[in-house]
Nanobody
Framework: VQLQASGGGRVQAGGSLTISCSYS????????MAWYRQPPGNQRELVAR???????DYAASVKDRFTIARDSGRSTLYLHMNRLKPEDTAVYYC???????????????????WGQGTQVTVSS
């Protein structure tokens, strides 16, 4: 399963930006998709995650500002970012977890896939 992130760029503090992650390949099911970010000099951290049942989790620092959304028909995951702050500057990575096809209609082995990252820079 391949993921490709896009849509990053430079935006002023207080502005908005939406980044996208298109996914492709054959798989049995997706159990969750998520966005992570890695600020300069820091470790990668979870930003938002959506389960296959629609449950969403957000990092405290982005709650009420960011929204994760998935369009299965377009095979695309989005992250809508509002009221951006300079501390949101990071490389953003999309992540997908699920199962490949097994025998018949059964799920096979699990997979974890990452996109290549897209840079978001927020200037003050």
């Amino acid at each position: 399963v391949q993921l490709q992130a896009s849509g990053g760029g430079r935006v002023q503090a207080g502005g908005s930006l939406t980044i996208s992650c298109s996914y492709s390949g054959t798989f049995h099911s997706i159990s969750s998709m998520a966005w992570y970010r890695q600020p300069p000099g820091n470790q990668r951290e979870l930003v938002a995650r959506q389960s296959s049942t629609g449950e969403e989790d957000y990092a405290a620092s982005v709650k009420d500002r960011f929204t994760i959304a998935r369009d299965s028909g377009r095979s695309t995951l989005y992250l809508h970012m509002n009221r951006l702050k300079p501390e949101d500057t990071a490389v953003y990575y999309c992540n997908g977890v699920g199962a490949l096809h097994g025998k018949g209609w059964s799920p096979g082995r699990s997979f974890v896939s990452w996109g290549q990252g897209t840079q978001v820079t927020v200037s003050s």
